[in-house]
């Protein structure tokens, strides 16, 4: 795995686990708390899809050096 992209999924990970810490609340969400998991939904979503995009890119590069 290339630097960046486990950059982003070290990224992802610390954002799931504050997902799953806020979730532990034995409160109800306020409602910035639930702004703020939106904002983290929303950033994992787009990290994810940085990742398939790399992950693409590089079998692309693959194939083209391959033929």
């Given amino acids: 795995m290339t630097a960046p992209a486990?950059?982003?999924?070290?990224?992802?990970?610390q954002l799931i686990r504050f997902h799953i810490?806020?979730?532990?609340?034995p409160t109800?969400?306020?409602s910035f708390q639930l702004q703020e998991h939106?904002?983290?939904s929303e950033k994992?979503?787009?990290l994810g899809r940085e990742l398939d995009?790399?992950?693409?890119?590089?079998v692309?590069?693959?194939l083209k050096r391959a033929s």
Avoid at 21 to 25: A, G, I, L, M, S
Avoid at 53 to 58: A, E, I, N, S
């Fill in 38 to 40: 939106r904002r983290r």
């Fill in 60 to 62: 692309v590069e693959r």
């Fill in 44 to 46: 994992i979503r787009s």
């Fill in 28 to 30: 109800p969400l306020s």
């Fill in 21 to 25: 810490e806020t979730f532990r609340q």
């Fill in 53 to 58: 995009r790399m992950g693409t890119v590089r």
């Fill in 6 to 13: 486990h950059a982003i999924e070290e990224e992802i990970h």
